[in-house]
């Protein structure tokens, strides 16, 4: 059992490090001048989380399984090292973060010169990946020094850290309120989705229009590109607070969701 636990924490830690470096890609992609084609790799990013997601799920509920089998199975405990691993993930994408901003920006540009994902891949060699190594920027304490608060309204960094710990305890509050009343287990798991789908709403409505104007501008006024770095490294912070958050509202989520489950 532990070895699903340890695939499970490196999905989540794989979801939660690949979703943060998106911001990587669009920070490379207005510097390099081509915001569009880095928009379509923030979408293929998107896409690889959303698949290990896909992969991750069964094999929580297979925890579930076992509590159920064994009364001494420590399944809070559990989920508290799969929430800890989203913070590990998220931080672990923070220290990354300079490196990948240097590889996306060559991703971008040899996207542009091969014309598709497909002969992008097949065009990779020896060569080019021990060349990447020239790219590896090691994280600074300056980087943290250099953090201000850029014209990025609090609200914003609040919502970005609230939608962040309502996604990353979704599934898992979902699932551990389906053990803790198996009669509405069903209705409980499947609510899940409910939860990331109302996340995700906010997500769109009030984060994602703000980081499109703050990208805009940084476009448009070449003297606010320098901010636009350490504007993603706040809200890499909020979102890291975010899964920290995760690990306070995780009993009282799941209980709120049995509670609901009850009521339909």
């Known amino acids: 059992m532990l070895d699903t636990l340890l695939m499970v924490c490196l999905l989540t830690l794989a979801i939660h ?4 470096l998106s911001y990587a890609i669009r920070l490379a992609g207005v510097r390099a001048g081509k915001l569009a084609v880095a928009l379509s790799l923030t979408g293929i990013v998107v896409l690889v989380s959303r698949t290990a997601n896909m992969i991750q799920a069964p094999l929580t509920a297979n925890l579930i399984d076992q509590a159920k089998q064994d009364a001494a199975f420590p399944l809070d ?5 799969i929430l800890g691993a989203s913070s590990v993930g998220t931080l672990l994408a923070i220290l990354l973060f300079p ?5 996306f920006a060559r991703v971008i540009v040899h996207l542009e010169i091969e014309g598709s994902i497909p002969r992008l891949i097949t065009s990779v060699t020896v060569d080019k990946l021990k060349h990447a190594a020239h790219h590896v920027r090691k994280p600074r304490l300056a980087m943290l020094h250099s953090l201000r608060y ?8 609040l919502i970005n850290m609230v939608v962040t710990s309502v996604y990353t305890v979704g599934v ?15 209705t409980a798991s499947q609510s899940s989705g409910l939860i990331n789908g109302v996340a995700t709403i906010l997500l769109t409505i009030f984060v994602d229009p703000r980081l499109a104007l703050i990208t805009d501008k940084a476009i448009a006024r070449p003297e606010e590109r320098g901010k636009l770095g350490r504007i ?3 809200l890499m912070i909020s979102r890291l ?5 995760a690990q306070v509202i995780f009993i009282p989520a799941a209980y709120w969701v049995s509670t609901v489950a009850q009521w339909l």
């Not at 607070?241 to 958050?245: M, V």
Request: aromatic share 20%; net charge positive.
């Open 17 to 20: 490090t690949a979703e943060t």
């Open 77 to 81: 405990l559990y989920f508290r090292y």
């Open 99 to 103: 490196t990948f901003v240097f590889l």
């Open 150 to 157: 850029y014209g990025i309204p609090k609200r914003l960094l």
């Open 172 to 186: 898992l509050s979902a699932l551990y309120a389906a053990y803790l009343v198996p009669a509405v287990s069903l």
């Open 232 to 234: 993603f490294g706040m």
């Open 241 to 245: 607070a975010g899964t920290l958050l």
